[in-house]
């Protein structure tokens, strides 16, 4: 019983820490999450990877729903017209100067007047939100380069070949997205395969004779199905910053190749 009381604070001790851990951690991704949304508002957020095959190139800066304009409804009010109250008839009496009658003097009925009507018009404000969101996305494409060798024809066994990649050095591309300016630059590395069961690895491109940087030579005739794989990784710069763009681009290239055994020619 007292070993089982000796050991049970030294649990509670660790879950009380582990549960205190959990705690802070959570805690700061969510502080962290909240910070990269602030900076999304006054400064441009930018991101470039690869995806299918292209460079996908996205940035977002601002936050809220788009600018729009919401008129306020035209309010016409209407005045009522107002009528002058008619003055009762004043009747005059005349003295009798002669014994005829004399008919009574009776005031006119002076006429209504008649206010018109006034509408009055409400000009609608303009009002502008002032959370805007800026978000864009670009792709761009990679070119995928062919296969050049020596010979083309009359290729012979023991004969070396010389291969090399119709591909430019690096791929370059100033994008401007969202009022920002990046510079992608991206390079290839080559995996070759022979077709006979031999690989070779490089970052050269290659060159056509007298170069020999990347050749193979055929030890047996026949048909051969030769491919390239260049797959290309690279940087984007913005602002005088460099950074790896995430993910990279794998292109295949394939020729045949025929190699024929050498005939040697008999002399009497």
Known sequence: MSSFTAKNPHRRSTLIVAFI???????????????????????????????????????????????????????????????????????????KRKPASVKPYVAPTPRKKVIPRVVAKVVPKVLVSTGVSLNDRLEKLLPTGAIAYQPQEGALVNVPIIYWAQLPAFFTSKVSIIGEVIDVTMRPSFLWSYGDGTFFATTNFGAPYPSREISHTYNHAGTYLVTMLATWGGTWTHNGISRAITGQIRKFSVATVRISKATTPITS
């Open 21 to 95: 851990g959990l705690f802070f951690i959570a805690t700061s991704m969510g502080n962290s999450e909240q910070a990269r949304a602030v900076d999304c508002i006054d400064t441009a957020c930018l991101n470039v990877y690869t995806q299918n095959g292209k460079i996908v190139i996205e940035g977002r800066k601002g936050s809220g729903k788009a600018a729009h304009v919401s008129p306020k409804p035209v309010i016409k009010t209407t005045p009522k017209a107002r009528a002058s109250t008619s003055p009762k008839p004043m009747y005059m009496p005349v003295k």
